[in-house]
């Protein structure tokens, strides 16, 4: 086992998946001789050379439309936008095609494409480089959302977009891609799209989250435990669409109580979503209201204020206190 961060279990995972499929060919800006902007792409130019690893240019529309075009021809584009918030200017290719070829064509093409990401706050970055839009994007139909929290389960859930037939936006959490190693194990490795994971097993609530957000939501059920004795269970949902309300469903009824943590802005967010689907799977079983800890319904602010737009575990131990006390 090697033991690797996010950005080298990312880059690991893009060169099993050009090694092992012709079809696969990466498109961005400055992914090439610059090796990316965070280096998710070094040194595949070199390995796989210039008809695999496409230098694009800065135009966010034609990287996700020439994507379109090679996936409807065969092939298997990942597509880079260099930060969640550029990829606006693609979203017309994303909604008008990229979303709609398999009911366009009633099942006769679908299109075999990932967007990759970087998202979400925490690097002290300017405007535009720090949203997490992921709601957009599982609110689109015809889409996965998929959001990785750790080295490991990064690797496992690209590799598995990659060979997936629908198209798949890649939201990689940039707060955590340099931020901690995880052992990964010597052969590709693959996890299943829209497959929540319990991360720890407890009894007395449940604490959903993803992406970047596992970190704090995981130090506040260590806290929760360490100081109140309480028995926590922690979901990471990996995939936000489709959400895996199996899981979901099967910890509300075990625990009893939930709090749902994201970083996205509060209204019409992921956590929205999750306590719909409490609410009607697992009503009759909550012993209390399921509560938000969110971002705010502002823009997210420049990088003096960012640490009080993120939630932090202060803030995920308050209300799960106040969860366990209703």
Known sequence: MAQLNMVKALNLALREALAEDDR????????GQDEGVFRVTESLLKEFGPKRVIDTPLAEGAIVGGGIGLALYGLRPVCEMQFSGFAHQAYHQIENHMS?????????????????MPYGGG??????????????????????????????????????SIRHPDPVIFFEPKAVYRAFREDLPDEPETM??????????GSDLTLISYGAMMRPTLEAADDLASEDGSSVEVLDLLTVSPIDTEAITASIRKTGR???????????????????????????????????ITGYDVQFPYFAREQLFL???????????EVLAY
């Open 192 to 201: 299943p799209l829209g497959k929540a994971q319990v991360v720890c097993e």
């Open 100 to 116: 709609r070829f398999r009911n366009r064509t009633r099942g006769r093409f679908t299109l075999p494409m990932v967007i990759r």
């Open 258 to 292: 939930a709090v749902v943590v994201h970083e996205g802005p509060r209204r019409c967010g992921i956590g929205a979503e999750v306590m719909a689907r409490i609410m009607e799977t697992s009503l009759e079983y909550l012993e209390a209201p399921v509560r938000r």
């Open 123 to 160: 690097i002290r970055a300017v405007e535009h480089h720090s949203e997490s839009r992921e709601a957009v994007y599982a609110h689109t139909p015809g889409l996965y959302m998929v959001i990785p929290s750790t080295p490991r389960n990064a690797r496992a859930l690209l590799l598995e």
């Open 311 to 321: 939630p932090g575990p202060q803030r995920i131990v308050h209300a799960a206190r």
């Open 24 to 31: 696969v060919v990466l498109l961005g800006q400055d992914i």
